[in-house]
């Protein structure tokens, strides 16, 4: 990862000053989250989240798989301290599942009770109505209620999804979208340009708004699909550099100490070849997860490079595929 | 300068006074976050990019050009024909030196590869963007089917108005499921892209898995008949039973053939796309080369893609709707 000589006051998002934070020789910041891998920030990463925050637009992180994108965001709520709402984004998801959904079929069912029984078994509309998590993150309060007042006829409370906190802004991570069919950003534009959509299934329509400087939106792309221009003219974007021998070894010492160093740098040399190889072969490349997912191996089966074992574990956990694994000397 | 511009200045000038950024680099870094990339050159034309002697830069009207070598008597050496010429009066020839050899030494120390290093050359790059070539060949290869999720709204909306649909409404949906049949032309005028065909083959078969691919070659035109990679004998062109689309991947007879014949007539090409809307075929094609060179005749019957770095996913999209919507009409 590029180390940026950067000047600048980080106002509104300053993980050096995190208690536990730490700093490495390459002048990347480390904090590390309780029950997860610590989170190696760069200087352009600090600076391009403090943009986003500044001028109130989602930050879009683009990079290959394995570059921490995903893990950045939920790295980023926990600094901040704010509430954390993620989805993995699919080829059936649309915008509007993002912001609520409406239970039509159950409405449909309890009207038709109603109307053989006789008696009130169809509720108000917000009963069938759920808020997801750009609601949630706009504005729990009205989402709690689903849109109508408290205690309205049969409406149960909603619960929040939310990680962390309530009561605090919030961190919204739009994962992987570009699995999305290629509508999707531009039916988010508005919404997460203004901060503002209209739940239109209740009666009258409700508009949920959040003030400007309540949530972060983070949206992943891995560059599969293109984006629209107007969706990533809206957009800070920022593009994740794949991991460099460096980063990957300040990840590792922090999640599972120093003196274990020479295995991380060791096989930190060696995911790079893998990497190297899969991007000349077309294929995915091993991540940062299966890095840490084959040092957590190794720790606890006490195997190391030298161990027989070890061309079975980089090959069930690094290489996943069926061909041969390029040579050792391709380092 | 666009009200957008003026924006995301704002944005600029907001983040550099909230950051407090003073360093040239800084804000730089921030112009490319806000995708402000014209802006981004101009700070970076004021900067020296290229720190070059004083004496190696020569302003242009100082220059001194080389005398061109007399040019070889020629077609092209006439008067008429440098009249002719779009480049007015300028002739670009080797420019030699007195004495100086016609052979650079270097030449001669260099060893030819070895016959194992160059069967191990790279393979030829995509002609689709790289980045976008799974997306683009996963639209090429979706069909439009209606067998989605309930359509609740539309269901609700029927009984509403007191009517009960004859069958139950769904979601449409582009699937891949069904599969997809490539017909590959075969013919002398795709031999330049036989590497880019067998790319794609290799793309899709990961994108769909083998089995879903059914690959069948053809010469001229499907409606000659079609073979399997490995069956020598011809059958005449038969639908994807799965009811999955058809991707053809062709140079519609543009490239020239010898005999002429190798090449695929309109007429020929218009009475498969007839054969394959009557199968209810959902049918497209890609084409290597521009749109400006399609049959015109073709263009609207054959759904073509142009093979080319420009094309992008919403235009896929665009062309293999329409496609969809052909065949359903």
Known sequence: ?331 | MTSRSQVFIADLLHSLDALGIESIDAAREVMRMLSLEAWHEIVSSRTPVVEAADQDLVPFAAMTFPTLAATPASRSSSPERLTDSPVGQVRLNRVTSPGAPLRPAWVDHIRPLERAVRAQSPPPESLLDPRQERALLGGLSACLVYDGSLNVEHLVDALAKGTMPRELPRQPSWTTRRGLQVLVDDGPGMAPFRGDVERVMGRLGALLSRDRLDRQLFEGSPMRGCRTPRRRGIRPWKPPVSGGAVLVLTDLGIAAADPPSARGAVGEWLAFADAAQTAGVQLQSLVPYPANRWPAALASRLHPVPWDRRTTVAMVRRIVSAAAHHRIA
């Open chain 1, 1 to 331: 990862m590029t180390i940026m000589k950067l000047t600048f006051n980080p106002a509104f998002f300053d993980p050096v000053s995190r208690v536990g934070a730490v700093r490495n020789k390459h002048g990347q910041v480390a904090v590390p989250v309780p029950g997860h891998a610590a989170y190696v920030y760069s200087e352009a990463i600090i600076l391009a989240v403090n943009v986003a925050l500044a001028t109130h637009r989602p930050l879009l992180l683009a990079g290959s798989p394995g570059t921490g994108k995903t893990t950045l965001a939920a790295n980023v709520a926990h600094v901040l301290g704010w509430r954390f709402y993620p989805r993995v984004i699919t080829s059936r998801t649309r915008a509007r599942d993002l912001m609520w959904s409406f239970d039509a079929l159950r409405r449909l069912g309890d009207a038709q009770a109603s109307a053989h029984a006789g008696a009130g078994s169809l509720r108000s509309r917000e009963a069938y109505i759920e808020p997801q998590l750009l609601w949630w993150a706009f504005d729990s309060e009205s989402a709690i209620w689903r849109g109508g007042d408290p205690g309205a006829d049969g409406v149960t409370p909603a619960v929040d999804p939310g990680l962390g906190a309530a009561a605090t802004p919030a961190v919204v991570l739009l994962d992987e979208i570009d699995k999305a069919e290629p509508d999707l950003p531009n039916d988010l534009l508005e919404a997460l340009d203004t901060k503002r959509f209209t739940v239109e299934e209740l009666d009258p329509p409700r508009t949920i708004t959040a003030s400007h400087d309540q949530v972060l939106t983070f949206i992943t792309t891995n560059g599969e699909r293109e984006l629209p221009a107007a969706f990533t003219r809206r957009c800070i974007v920022l593009k994740l550099d794949p991991p460099t021998v460096e980063w990957l070894v300040s990840i590792a010492n922090f999640r599972f100490g120093r003196e274990h160093e020479p295995l991380h740098r060791a096989i930190a040399k060696r995911l790079k070849v893998l990497r190297d190889a899969a991007v000349r072969q077309n294929m995915r490349e091993p991540s940062t997860a299966e890095y840490l997912d084959a040092l957590a191996a190794c720790q606890r089966l006490a195997i190391d490079q030298t161990s027989p074992e070890w061309q079975m574990l980089e090959q069930a956990v690094l290489w996943k595929r069926e061909d041969a694994l390029p040579p050792a000397d391709d380092e």
